[in-house]
């Protein structure tokens, strides 16, 4: 039996005087694949931040199980201009990962250094280790960005529409790798995306927001649900 790793409840969220999202409750076990799905300004990006603990609910709670920490939760979020342009070379910013897991340590551990290099290579940017990430293209950064993503965690991923920018090529790439990363590990992912087809294909739950929870559950019962057939014919 998988543990639940982590349980939201009834939690709202929003900015200033206005209501992004209310009454949000689910809960994921490890392993699970969810994808966020829903219209813009559904308050995807809104639930992910709360998520990955920059935005605290003004209602509810969300809980994490004894077996997982923030320290366990690595997290990508939408790249900024500022972002893309940072002068910092690949090897740098993989690295900058395992300060997540250092604790209070001021300096990277022979264990850090191996952690990086086995993640670069995986996602096959270990050849452009010193290259400078500023100059790489944005399939090639998304890549440099899991791997510093996956030195930050050990149980679960949240990712915010880690394929925005990105041609169609490089977008079925970016997804097979992160399915790869969900079935190797049984890493739990939390993704926003909009593409539901590729998120069905991907995914064994959905979590389909506008407002409040519209649909949550397997993906094989949103393919047959209301909710999931407007939404995918649309």
């Not at 690949?90 to 690295?95: A, H, L």
């Not at 100059?135 to 394929?163: F, T």
């Amino acid at each position: 039996m998988k543990d639940t790793l982590i349980r939201c409840k009834d939690i709202t969220l929003g900015y200033e005087n206005m209501t992004v999202l209310e009454h949000v409750s689910f809960e994921l076990k490890e392993g699970d694949y969810l994808c966020v799905v829903g219209e813009n300004g559904a308050g995807k990006s809104t639930l992910i931040k709360c998520l990955a603990g920059l935005k605290k609910p003004t209602e509810g709670e969300v809980e994490f199980s004894d077996s997982i920490s923030r320290r366990d939760v690595g997290y990508l979020p939408q790249q900024t201009a500022i972002q893309r342009d940072f002068p910092a070379s690949v090897r740098e910013v993989v690295m900058s990962g395992c300060l997540n897991n250092s604790r209070l340590l001021p300096f990277y551990t022979k264990a850090d250094r191996e952690r990086a290099a086995r993640h670069m290579t995986e996602l096959g940017i270990d050849t452009m280790a010193e290259k400078s990430y500023r100059e790489l293209s944005g399939g090639q950064q998304q890549r440099v960005l899991l791997a510093r993503a996956l030195c930050a965690s050990s149980k679960m991923l949240i990712l915010d529409e880690p394929v925005t920018g990105l041609d169609p090529i490089v977008t079925g790439e970016i997804y097979s790798i992160i399915k790869q990363i969900n079935k190797k590990y049984g890493m739990t992912i939390i993704m926003v995306s909009h593409d539901v087809k590729t998120a069905v294909n991907s995914a064994n739950k959905i979590l389909h927001l506008k407002r409040s929870v519209q649909f949550f559950g397997s993906t094989q019962d949103y393919v047959k649900s209301s909710t999931g057939r407007e939404f995918i014919g649309g």
